[in-house]
């Protein structure tokens, strides 16, 4: 059986990224995006919907979202569908599906950077290969950075 699993989405991050280190040293961040979709309903009322995701970058791409990427930052991202499970602090079974990015592109205006004298950067693009601590990151799976359920839904 043929299965494809490709994922392009672009949107406004709504909040700043979550750069964290896995114990090998590799970097990772956590991108909290909001996707909007507007259409008309059967009445033409112009309605808006948003869809909340998270998308996962690893390495030196992780690394440079972290620097150039702000709460409001626009961005194009590029990756597939993964899914993940562990055990909360109280015991409890949690899973989530994610975005697992293999491209983050800027897609902010000049000036739009880190405020506060911080460097900036317009359209950029940044591709890394698959890290090959992410399975032993998807195993520890232990930490307190998972979304929460109001996050998930």
């Avoid at 956590?30 to 507007?38: E, I, T, Y």
């Amino acid at each position: 059986m043929a299965s494809y699993n490709k994922v392009l989405l672009m949107g406004n991050l709504t909040k700043d990224p979550e750069l964290r280190y896995t114990p090998q040293g590799t970097a990772v961040v956590n991108l909290r995006l909001a996707v909007n979709r507007k259409y008309r309903s059967k009445e033409q009322e112009l309605k808006e919907e948003v869809c909340f995701i998270t998308a996962v970058v690893w390495n030196k791409q992780a690394e440079t979202c972290n620097q150039y990427l702000h709460k409001g930052s626009s961005v194009f991202v590029e990756g597939r569908l993964q899914s993940r499970s562990w055990e909360d602090n109280t015991g409890a079974k949690r899973s989530v599906i994610e975005v697992r990015a293999e491209r983050v592109q800027f897609m902010g205006a000049p000036g739009q950077g880190k405020p506060a004298g911080q460097a900036s950067q317009t359209h950029a693009e940044v591709s890394v290969d698959e890290p090959s601590s992410e399975s032993n990151w998807l195993a520890e799976g232990g930490d307190d950075t998972h979304p929460s359920e109001e996050e998930q839904n």
